[in-house]
């Protein structure tokens, strides 16, 4: 299963992280969802496929880590 490390300072156009929320454009099925450190406890598949997930621990600003896995 592919996975990425998000690159805080280079977000591509289907990536975005504010704060310790990502927000992330699955691959499979093209839904956009969010994954938030606090509502969703840093981890969360993607709502319409499941077949994408991502993490998040930390901020984008404060060297917190978060990965995309599809
Ligand atoms: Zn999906």
Redesign the pocket.
Known sequence: MPTKKIDPINLTQCEDWEGNNIAFK?P??D?VFIISEIVHKGERE?P??G??SGKVKGGRKSGGNASLEW
């Open positions: 699955c499979h099925c839904k993607c319409n496929c077949k994408s």
